[in-house]
C-alpha cells in the first residue's frame, strides 16, 4: 500500500530523515515509536508529502508521488490523515465539518454526504452530537470527530500523529477504541504513538525511530519485550518503567 525508498529529509544543514526504507503493506497496523525529535512525525509527513522529501521515493499503491506531475491533492483523497490537534473548523457544527470537503471536492450530493456524515457519526460513538460545535466537545470527541473527518473521503490508508498525546488521560481510551475498530475492520494503518499498550495489542509490526534512522523493527511482543538494538533497550527502560 505505502512504499519509502531511501527518504531523506533535510530542514536546512540539518537531516531529520536519514534514508528511510519502509513497506506498509494492505490492511497492515504499522506503529511508530521513538524519542522526541527522531524523526518520527517528518516520516509520517513525508508519506502524503505534506513534508516533501529531499530525496528518496514515496510510493503509494505503487504510484509515485515524489515524480513530476503527479496530482498531489488528487493522490491525498486516498490518504487520510489525524495530528495532534484536532484542526476542526470552530465555526461549523460536527457533521458539516465531515460533509465540507466531500461536498466540495468530491461533488457529493448534500443527501449523500450528510447520509454518511451520520453513519461515520455514530461508528465513533457521536452519533447525539451531528449539532453540536467544538467548543463544546471534550477533546476526546473533538478527536474522535477528526477522525471520521478523515474516513468521510474514504482513504485507503490513515495516517495517526500521536493522536492522543494532547488528551487528557481518561479521554485516550476513547479515541483508542475507535482506532481499535479501524483496524479490526482492516484499515492500513501508519500511526506514530507513545501508547505501548495499543501497539502491542493491535499493531501488526512496530517500527521504532531514532535519529532520522529506523533502528529496529518487528512484531511488537519482540521488539517491545525481546529488543536487539541497545538504543531500543535505552528507550523502553525509560518508557516502560
Request: aromatic share 4%; with cysteine; net charge neutral.
Amino acid at each position: 500500500m505505502v512504499e519509502l525508498r531511501g527518504v531523506r529529509k533535510s530542514y536546512g544543514t540539518v537531516e531529520v530523515l536519514k534514508g528511510i526504507d519502509l513497506r506498509v503493506a494492505r490492511g497492515e497496523v504499522v506503529t511508530v515509536i521513538g524519542p522526541s525529535g527522531g524523526g518520527k512525525s517528518t516520516l509520517l509527513r513525508c508519506v502524503n508529502l505534506l513534508e516533501p522529501v529531499t530525496s528518496g521515493q514515496v510510493l503509494l499503491e505503487n504510484e509515485d508521488l515524489t515524480a513530476p506531475g503527479v496530482d498531489l491533492d488528487k493522490v491525498r483523497r486516498r490518504i487520510g490523515m489525524v495530528f495532534q490537534q484536532f484542526n476542526l473548523f470552530p465555526h461549523l457544527s460536527a457533521i458539516d465539518n465531515l460533509t465540507l470537503a466531500p461536498r466540495k471536492l468530491l461533488r457529493m450530493s448534500r443527501d449523500q454526504a450528510y447520509e454518511r456524515a451520520t453513519t461515520l457519526l455514530d461508528r465513533v460513538g457521536l452519533a447525539g452530537k451531528a449539532d453540536a460545535y467544538p467548543r463544546q466537545l471534550s477533546g476526546g470527541q473533538q478527536q474522535r470527530i477528526a477522525i471520521a473527518r478523515a474516513l468521510m473521503m474514504d482513504p485507503h490508508v490513515m495516517l495517526f500523529d500521536e493522536v492522543t498525546s494532547a488528551l487528557d488521560p481518561e479521554l485516550v481510551s476513547e479515541v483508542l477504541d475507535v482506532m481499535r475498530d479501524l483496524a479490526r475492520s482492516g484499515m492500513t494503518m501508519l500511526c506514530v504513538t507513545h501508547e505501548m499498550g495499543f501497539a502491542r495489542e493491535l499493531g501488526d509490526r512496530l517500527v521504532f525511530v531514532d535519529s532520522g534512522v529506523i533502528a529496529e523493527q518487528g512484531r511488537p511482543a519482540d521488539v517491545l519485550d525481546r529488543p536487539q538494538n541497545d538504543r531500543t533497550r535505552q528507550f523502553l527502560r525509560k518508557v516502560l518503567r
